[in-house]
């Protein structure tokens, strides 16, 4: 099987407009024009490292949407076989946000939803969240977001795990949480809440797996075994640039398969 890339989006001209992305684009070396991938460029990048899937991630801020679950949509369709969708909410209007989920995902189509708490400024555990978390657990599909430092110019507190995502893992203990971006520096955090709450996932996305902390590799090859999974970030980095070597992390063949695509075949009900 090949690998399930866990976090992607096909960026529009209204994200890459947006000021923050500049500085994201610098972190990743990547300066200069701003990157909008077409389906067929995302194609060739899967198909280059053995990437079988991407998850592609809608975009919504308090300025308004950057990559709209309509747009999103449309990106599914034009390889259905190739890729699922993320939807996102206006966390502003909370009512809505959770007639869009009802109304986008299926399971099948989108799998699940996705918030950048750096975006809005707002922790996880912040009160407008909460109809988002019920939705979600009505509907089964995981709640997807960003754990760690940030990489734009933006405040990083609002990703750290303790107290904010344990505060959401407590109140609704049948969510299942995918944390994106490693969670450095608060590794130790991660891995305490993956011992405490079953349902408390981690992606390795916006890393190449070269560069993964050394206390995450030690947690992968531990409890984080069934709980890890891959992602690029696409296209800040492609799926080649993040896999090139895998090698090095010295994976056994079960823990491999399970990080590339076994874990996210199984929360995402591929």
């Known amino acids: 099987m090949g690998a399930i890339d866990v976090w992607a989006q096909m960026t529009t001209e209204r994200m890459a407009k947006a000021p923050w992305l500049e500085t994201l684009l610098r972190w990743t070396g990547q300066s200069g024009a701003p990157l909008i991938p077409s389906t067929e460029s995302t194609l060739r990048a899967m198909d280059t490292a053995g990437v079988d899937i991407s998850l592609l991630s809608a975009w919504h801020g308090p300025q ?131 011992i405490k709450f079953p349902n408390f996932h981690a992606d390795t996305s916006a890393y190449a797996v070269h560069r993964l902390p050394d206390d995450f590799v030690s947690f992968m090859k531990g409890i984080g075994s069934k709980r890890v ?10 799926p080649e640039q993040c896999l090139q070597h895998l090698d090095q992390l010295d994976l056994s063949r079960e823990q491999e398969d399970a990080f590339l695509f076994g874990n996210a075949r199984r929360v995402f009900n591929l």
Not at 83 to 91: M, N
Not at 102 to 119: A, I, Q, S, T, Y
Not at 128 to 142: E, I, R, S
Not at 230 to 238: D, E, I, K, R, V
């Open 229 to 238: 999974m891959f992602g690029t970030n696409w296209p800040m980095l492609s």
């Open 64 to 194: 308004g949407s950057l990559i709209s679950n309509e747009e999103v949509s449309d990106q599914i369709d034009s390889a259905p076989d190739r890729f699922r969708g993320l939807a996102t909410v206006d966390l502003s209007n909370p009512m809505q946000a959770v007639r869009d989920i009802r109304k986008w995902v299926d399971g099948e189509k989108f799998v699940g939803v996705r918030v950048v708490p750096w975006l809005w400024d707002l922790p996880p555990n912040d009160r407008h969240y909460y109809p988002v978390y019920a939705a979600c657990v009505d509907l089964g599909v995981p709640f997807c977001t960003q754990v760690g430092h940030t990489g734009p110019l933006l405040r990083s507190e609002t990703g750290r795990p303790i107290p904010y995502l344990e505060d959401v893992l407590l109140d609704f203990p049948e969510l299942v949480v995918v944390g994106g971006h490693v969670g450095f520096p608060w590794i130790d955090e991660l891995t305490s809440l993956t």
